[in-house]
Antibody
Framework: EVQLVESGGGLVQPGGSLRLSCAAS????????MSWVRQAPGKELEWVAY????????YYVDSVKGRFTISRDNAKNSLYLQMNNLRAEDTAVYYC???????WGQGTLVTVSS | DVVMTQSPLSLPVTLGQPASISCRSS???????????LNWFQQRPGRSPRRLIY???NRDSGVPDRFSGSGSGTDFTLKISRVEAEDVGVYYC?????????FGQGTKVEIK
């Protein structure tokens, strides 16, 4: 059974940092390009970033460019999202997602507030 | 960014009756490889999204055959042939060809 388990969410002040992690199991992680998708409370889904299988290509939505960094460690079957200079509008549930939505984690809540 | 426009945004349905959701994209979703990267997702209350349909009309494993997808170019439709109680939730279309990939606003399906 495929499992994507996110961790690292929490409450952070504006301007602060968080690092999200996603542990993958039940799939050949190195064969999956992976993404982070977020959903602000009561809002629609937003694709934040994705990374190719070997980690050499990365793409970001404009609103997070220069602040967020997606990375992966195929040896550890893990995906990461380093989030710096956080803003109130980054408050959301962040999902770890395989390919174009084929697999989803349960999500981790990030709250940016003073 | 490609704008995905869904209609209706709210869809009250009677159990056992059909339901249909429309999705229109602001640009063609046909990729150079000939595939059309239009997916449909279901998000039940309090749950993560789940993909139902990929590349317009292909059902994911375990998805009941009452769900079907159709369309081409910029106009797409998700149909539920007979709505069941477990189908309550929000349905999203999503394009996976033009970065950033984008979702529609969501259609909330509820039982009358």
């Amino acid at each position: 059974e495929v499992q994507l388990v996110e961790s690292g969410g929490g409450l952070v002040q504006p301007g602060g940092s968080l690092r999200l992690s996603c542990a993958a199991s039940g799939l050949t992680f190195s064969a999956y390009w992976m993404s982070w998708v977020r959903q602000a409370p009561g809002k629609e889904l937003e694709w934040v970033a994705y990374i190719k299988e070997d980690g050499n290509e990365k793409y970001y939505v404009d609103s997070v460019k220069g602040r967020f960094t997606i990375s992966r460690d195929n040896a550890k079957n893990s995906l990461y999202l380093q989030m710096n200079n956080l803003r109130a509008e980054d408050t959301a549930v962040y999902y770890c997602v395989g390919r174009r939505g084929e697999k989803w984690g349960q999500g981790t809540l990030v709250t940016v507030s003073s | 960014d490609v704008v995905m426009t869904q209609s209706p945004l709210s869809l009250p349905v009677t159990l056992g009756q059909p339901a249909s959701i429309s999705c229109r994209s602001s640009q063609s979703l046909v990729y150079s490889d000939g595939n059309t990267y239009l997916n449909w997702f279901q998000q039940r209350p309090g749950r993560s999204p789940r993909r139902l349909i990929y590349k317009v009309s292909n059902r994911d494993s375990g998805v009941p055959d009452r769900f079907s997808g159709s369309g081409s170019g910029t106009d797409f439709t998700l149909k539920i042939s007979r709505v069941e109680a477990e189908d309550v939730g929000v349905y999203y279309c999503m394009q996976g060809i033009h970065w950033p990939w984008t979702f529609g606003q969501g259609t909330k399906v509820e039982i009358k």
